[in-house]
């Protein structure tokens, strides 16, 4: 079935311990979306590839990278985890970008950060 | 900024009623807007969504409905069913997409 993956499914880093989240699709989409979750809010888009064109939202923190190294993966790196950036983190694809695009989404990975 | 709110974090129905699922939004910009649905440790699957032209989309038990003037849409159920029972996420989309924070939907047996 074709999917999108996410690994780990939980993670826990220590404050200020780089950590990265993974994301795979086997959908062959052109556009991967990371968005951050927190408890009872909105997904929040943090950045957005299409293809290899990334798209950063102004508000995302510095703090938060993303590498898209071929069309399947897609990595979130957050360089120094504070406490408030322990979260749901929701990988999404899309075919072509467009607001009529439905996106797909992984099952997330809750990052804790100690 | 929260573009979209979803004021009802819960909402309980019984089997076979009706769910109404309640969403405004505040950006005028928005020209389409989708509803998903998410499962616990799953990640948010597309359900419905309607085109800022109309003011109704129904697909089987599901039905949206949009009140521009009001920025105002609704999901409507029905007959709910107790596999119904789930995490409802609005979304406004324009160039992206932004977000409700879900209202959480029990349908009772």
């Known amino acids: 079935d074709a999917m999108v993956i996410q690994n780990p499914r939980y993670q826990v880093t220590q404050f200020g311990k780089p950590v990265t989240l993974s994301c795979s699709q086997t959908l062959n989409h052109n556009v991967m979306y990371w968005y951050q979750q927190k408890s009872s809010q909105a997904p929040k888009l943090l950045f957005h590839y299409y293809d290899k064109d990334f798209n950063n939202e102004a508000d995302t923190p510095d703090n938060f990278q993303s590498r898209r190294p071929n069309t399947s993966f897609c990595f979130l790196d957050i360089r120094s985890p504070g406490l408030g950036d322990a979260a749901m983190y929701l990988c999404?694809?899309?075919?072509?970008?467009?607001?009529?695009?439905?996106?797909?989404f992984g099952p997330g990975t809750r990052l804790t950060v100690l | 900024d929260q573009q979209v709110k979803q004021n009802s974090p819960s909402l309980s129905v019984q089997e076979g009623r009706i769910s109404i699922l309640n969403c405004d939004y505040t950006?005028?910009?928005?020209?389409?807007f989708l509803w998903y649905k998410k499962y616990p440790a799953e990640g948010p699957t597309f359900l419905i969504s309607i085109s800022s032209i109309k003011d109704k989309n129904e697909d089987g038990r599901f039905t949206v409905f949009l009140n521009k003037s009001a920025k105002h849409l609704s999901l409507h159920i029905v007959p709910s069913q107790p596999g119904d029972s789930a995490v409802y996420f609005c979304?406004?989309?324009?160039?992206?997409?932004?977000f409700g924070a879900g209202t959480r939907l029990t349908v009772k047996p």
């Open positions: 950006n005028s910009m928005f020209d389409y």
């Open positions: 979304a406004g989309a324009h160039n992206d997409m932004r």
């Open positions: 999404a694809t899309s075919r072509g970008g467009g607001e009529t695009d439905t996106q797909y």
